[in-house]
């Protein structure tokens, strides 16, 4: 989405829909966040406040030098009245600039500046001589306290609305009570001060309203960044938390660097010759191989869910023993689980700790056979050696080891004896010398251990021995200590940093109730388990840690699992259906429960960002905009801030047209009525209309209309013309009646009023009244530049005071002499009699009221404008920060989905469900495919091919295009289990139904998919050998039948199937022939049907199984 179109979009949809409008108050719907938007504007409004007392204190000052300019010594009153309000506006500002105000003191403060204001004006009111006063007596000072009232002080809406009404009816009330007694005309000045008091009101209103609803649009919006951003860094440490709890971190980097640059380069990879591969050597590494004997047998008599369990605790309780002892889990087989020591940072006690994890891990599964009469035990092999370690592929990525050392190891499994550790002589030489071993004679027991002549020990159980058992605990303890040496050092570390964020609480509450758990299953005795205990149900009774136990989870969970700590990552709330089977209310209420831990985080991250006082910056920030003319120093970022629609301009216009409207009716009910004034105040209307008829057609009018009220919203220079023509219509209406009054006729023209000529203009303190409300019309155009606002009014009010004190200063002059003498003549010339008259000229009063309007417009315009400045910069940086947080929630599903099957990371990702993944299937499709050449003659060790790493790019290659194959559409049902060395491993039949619109997906199907996907693998291969010169070849079996899937292992997460048919199906492959499809006959008969040729039925030697009839597939027809 472009920066352009997203502010296109309606605002609404963008803002959170936190406070709501109820009459004349506008509420927040939650108490906190209201506290929030009091604290963070305090400073734009303490800054508001203190620029209006500069603006009275200014006017103050003018109006005591034109008192004292006039010899009056009854004036002395008033004097002292003035400078006590300048010095009252001087202590504010000093108290405004103190840090310990609070929001309620500044309302105090600016209900305190309304009080001044009135009470100047009637301090003015009062030192007129009673004689002199007429009901229009300083209407103007009226407007401009109604106007700064709603714009210019910190209060709500109500009580501004019941201040400008206060004091618009105080005026009135005072002028109808103390005006002189004869006063011509009295009633149509009352009812032109009603339409000023209403128009400056209604005026106050608008703008007050709008700024209301930008200034809290504003906040919410910035809130809403400060959530993206909490929210981006969540995400972001999750997204590397569950690469690296697969993949160790220099890979994850690697990965993850490589996955942003394809996304914001994608010709680059579409250049690269080969797949990038992440394969890195290291030297003296352990190996470990355990495998469980008997669990086979064990999981015959277990369910899906029972069997999902006892993996995950077993292999969870693996998984933390691995942790305590400097290990690293490789992978899970099966039952079999192989890890190693010295990775991915070298150690050099990596040959104990192997040992040390060995002991561990026959203690755990003694524990379990003890307790349930289970007759299984732990075999496990031990070498050490250079190993090759890193992913493989395109999907589906599982950190792997190989190398000849990982091999010998894998025998030393196999070729060892049960409830012993069996090692290397390799290993042997990284032990420590009081490590008491004995003869192990594993070439008597494993084929290839004879044929590589590789010498083997046992090490001595430490049951058998107490030294043996005294040196292995003080190792053990050797390497708690480093552990805890490492993890001080690690804390200290992240207390120096105050800015890092740390979501790990669930990392370290893992560790430290991991060592709690197993020291308390070590402890335990028969005593306290029955006898007949299944062992489902003895690990049961263990606290097992879930999958993605590593990652950080969010602190304001409680949703947790009976006995099990609860450690789901949770990547894209909403952002997936939740899976059919974790829907439910706990679900719900676990995402209810996190996102309002989230609110409560954003709210308080905003209050600590309020008191440090950085919110500041947000208002303040000089780097991107000029402190002058507020313009964007960055050409680019002004023209998108130019091109950005207003759809609020139209009701600029229509108040525009209000205010117009307003000063037509005063004209019209003080001035004489003239054919000229009619057709001035007509021909205005008429230009007005059609330009506020243009900006606010709707749908029912015709096309042209429509046309030009969007090119009027969506053109920044055409609404600049507009606003200026209309802004410049209503100026001129203002004054041009007075160009048309006499100006020579003196106060005797005042005199008669009863009889007046077309020509006589009795009121003319009106003309500079409907000028201050014709300035009014500068400030609703909210979104105008302030330069060219302040220029369009610099010129009116130019024009007005020259206007009065110049060529028509005989009218304002001779309205002044009417007040003095309003029954007599005078008998001497004008200039004498205003000398010695006892108060400020009309004109000197109209000229301070319209200065002083001026100036507040001028700071009032430059706030409103810096305001939806910054607020643009904060919509700009929202939008940029929402594209990349969409990039990383694009990356976080890339991640998981090359981490775990689609429909499983929806289990995950769809509503952060904690727990265990597993799910049972009636009929699924299983193929192992296998390059048996690979290994045992195309890799080498040597310095020509970089110590077998050149052998494991071409491996890459080969698996990288068995993935592609997997995009095609054909072969959606199919999904990429692991790769084991060179054997590539899939399942047909896993993936929801939903995913293929509603197309037949039973077992032939399944079936069918998976026998023409071996096809492509064969003609993938045959390409590969074609352009590499090479000759590998596959050897697969297939199997279909009922099996379980799930999740397993606490720190690296792993997708598996288990079951019969997975065994049979790896049967298949072991026991066929290189560059054949072998398939059990069952699976042959149902693909047979559907055009598949095979081969004649044929006997395997099966292990645990005998005779298998099998047959091998052929082609289709």
Request: with cysteine.
């Amino acid at each position: 989405m472009t920066f352009y179109s997203y502010f296109s979009l309606n605002s609404q949809n963008n803002v959170i829909p936190a406070w709501r409008q109820d009459g004349f108050k506008s509420k927040f719907e939650n108490e906190e966040i209201k506290l929030l938007y009091s604290q963070y504007f305090f400073k734009q409004k303490m800054e508001m406040v203190v620029q209006l007392l500069i603006v009275l204190a200014i006017n103050t000052f003018i109006l005591i030098i034109l008192y004292f300019a006039h010899e009056k010594s009854w004036h002395n009153l008033l004097i002292l009245v003035l400078v006590f309000f300048f010095v009252c506006i001087v202590l504010l500002i000093q108290l405004c600039n103190t840090r310990t105000y609070s929001m309620r003191n500044l309302t105090i403060v600016s209900v305190g500046i309304w009080l001044l204001q009135v009470l100047l004006l009637f301090m003015l009111v009062v030192i007129t001589p009673p004689q002199n006063r007429t009901p229009s007596d300083h209407t103007a000072l009226v407007v401009f306290i109604t106007f700064v009232t709603y714009t210019m002080l910190p209060l709500s809406l109500l009580p501004t609305i019941i201040l400008g009404i206060v004091i618009a009816f105080s005026h009135a009330l005072i002028f109808c009570l103390m005006a002189k007694t004869g006063t011509e005309n009295i009633s149509r000045q009352i009812i032109s001060n009603i339409l000023v008091y209403t128009c400056s009101n209604l005026c106050g209103l608008y703008h007050h309203h709008l700024s209301e609803i930008a200034h809290r649009r504003t906040f919410l919006e910035t809130r809403g960044y400060v959530k993206n951003q909490l929210e981006l860094g969540k995400q972001k440490e999750q997204q590397e938390s569950l690469l690296r709890s697969v993949l160790p971190d220099y890979i994850a980097k690697e990965m993850l660097k490589d996955i942003l640059t394809n996304n914001e380069q994608p010709h680059k990879r579409m250049n690269l010759q080969f797949h990038r591969i992440y394969i890195k050597k290291h030297d003296a590494v352990s190996i470990i191989f355990a495998d469980i004997v008997g669990f086979t047998k064990m999981a015959s008599t277990c369910t899906a869910q029972e069997l999902v369990k006892i993996l995950n605790t077993l292999f969870g309780r693996f998984d933390e023993l691995a942790a305590r002892t400097k290990c690293m889990r490789i992978k899970i087989l099966g039952d079999c689980y192989y890890c190693v020591s010295g990775l991915p940072d070298p150690s050099p006690d990596h040959a104990i700790c192997t040992v040390l994890m060995a002991f561990d891990m026959i203690t755990c599964i003694k524990e379990v056979r003890d307790n349930t009469r289970v007759n299984i035990n732990m075999r496990v092999g031990i070498n050490t050696g250079t190993v090759l370690c890193g992913v493989l592929g395109l999907r589906k990525w599982q950190y792997d080891v190989w190398s000849d050392s990982v091999t010998i190891a894998n025998h030393m499994e196999s070729g060892g004896v049960s409830g012993r550790v069996h090692i290397s002589a390799a290993t042997k030489s990284y032990l420590p010398s009081d490590i008491l071993l004995e003869p192990g004679n594993g070439e008597d027991r494993d084929k290839y251990l004879r044929e590589q002549n590789i010498t083997t020990f046992l090490v001595v159980n430490p049951e058998d021995s107490a030294d043996q058992a005294a040196a292995l605990m003080n190792y053990r303890q050797q390497i708690a200590n480093e552990r805890m040496q490492q993890a001080a050092e690690e804390s200290s570390l992240k207390r120096e940093d105050p800015d890092s964020h740390s979501y790990t609480n669930g990392n370290i509450k893992n560790k430290s109730n991991g060592k709690n758990k197993i020291n308390s299953g070590r402890n335990s005795t028969n005593s306290d388990i029955d006898d007949e205990m299944t062992v489902h149900q003895f690990v049961g009774k263990w606290e097992s840690v879930t999958p993605f136990a590593a990652a950080p989870q969010d602190s304001s969970s409680s949703d947790k699992p009976a006995g099990g700590q609860t450690s789901m990552v949770m990547l894209q709330v909403g952002l997936f259906p939740m899976h059919a089977s974790i829907a439910g209310k706990k679900g719900r209420n676990k995402v209810l429960n996190q996102q309002l831990g989230l609110e409560q985080e954003v709210n308080e991250h905003m209050r600590k960002t309020i008191e440090d006082g950085r919110s500041e910056k947000l208002w303040q920030k000089s780097e991107h905009i000029h402190r002058l003319t507020l313009r964007f120093k960055s050409e680019v970022m002004e023209r998108d801030f130019q091109r950005l629609p207003d759809c609020m301009f139209k009701y600029y216009l229509a108040c525009a047209f209000l205010v117009f409207l307003f000063i037509g009716s005063i004209q019209l009910c003080i001035l004489p009525k003239r054919i000229i004034t009619a057709v001035s105040l007509m021909s205005a209307l008429v230009l007005l209309s059609i330009a506020v008829l243009i900006a606010m057609a709707s749908p029912d009018f015709c096309d042209c209309l429509k046309h030009l009220s969007n090119v009027v919203a969506e053109n920044y220079r055409v609404r600049i013309v507009m606003a200026v023509f209309v802004t410049l219509v209503v100026y001129t209406v203002a004054f041009i009646q007075l160009t048309y009054c006499q100006h020579d006729k003196g106060p005797d023209a005042h005199r008669n009023q009863r009889n007046p000529d077309e020509n006589e203009c009795h009121f003319p303190m009106y003309f500079f009244i409907s000028g201050t409300l014709a300035m009014l019309c500068s400030a609703v155009f909210l979104k105008l530049d302030h330069i060219i606002k302040d220029v369009l009014m610099l010129i009116a009010v130019t024009v007005y005071i020259t206007l009065m004190h110049v060529p028509y200063t005989g009218i304002f002059d001779a309205y002044d002499e009417y007040l003095l003498y309003p029954n007599q003549s005078i008998p001497t010339n004008n200039t004498d009699v205003l000398n010695k008259r006892k108060i400020l000229k009309l004109k000197e009063f109209g000229t301070v009221y319209l200065l002083m309007l001026f100036i507040a417009l001028i700071v009032l315009g430059y706030e409103v404008e810096r305001t939806a400045r910054m607020d643009f910069m904060q919509r700009r940086h929202a939008a940029q920060k929402k594209d990349q947080m969409e990039d990383f929630k694009t990356n976080n599903g890339i991640l998981l989905r090359n981490l775990l099957p689609g429909h499983v990371a929806e289990h995950f990702m769809g509503c952060g469900k904690i727990g265990l993944y597993h799910d049972e299937y009636a009929n699924v499709g299983v193929m192992f495919a296998s390059i048996p050449n690979f290994f045992a003659e195309f890799y080498a060790e040597t310095d020509v091919n970089n110590n077998g790493i050149e052998c494991m790019r071409v491996l890459n290659e080969i698996i990288a295009d068995f993935d592609e194959l997997l995009e095609k559409y054909k072969f959606n049902c199919i999904e990429k289990i692991k790769t084991i060395g060179a054997t590539y491993m899939v399942a047909a039949g896993l993936t929801p139904k939903a995913v293929y619109d509603g197309a037949d997906t039973d077992l032939e199907v399944h079936l069918c998919n998976l026998c023409e996907f071996a096809f492509a693998m064969q003609e993938a291969i045959k390409r590969f050998n074609k352009h590499s010169f090479n000759n590998f070849q596959l050897r697969m079996g297939i199997n279909h039948g009922p099996l379980v899937a799930g999740v397993i292992g606490a720190t690296k997460p792993q997708y598996d199937i288990w079951g019969n048919t997975v065994n049979v199906a790896s049967r298949m492959e072991s026991t066929g022939k290189v560059g054949r499809i072998q398939i059990t006959e069952e699976s042959g008969l149902v693909i047979e049907p559907h055009g598949f040729r095979l081969e004649e039925p044929h006997f395997v030697q099966v292990k645990g199984k005998g005779q298998m009839r099998a047959r091998f597939l052929l082609d289709r027809k």
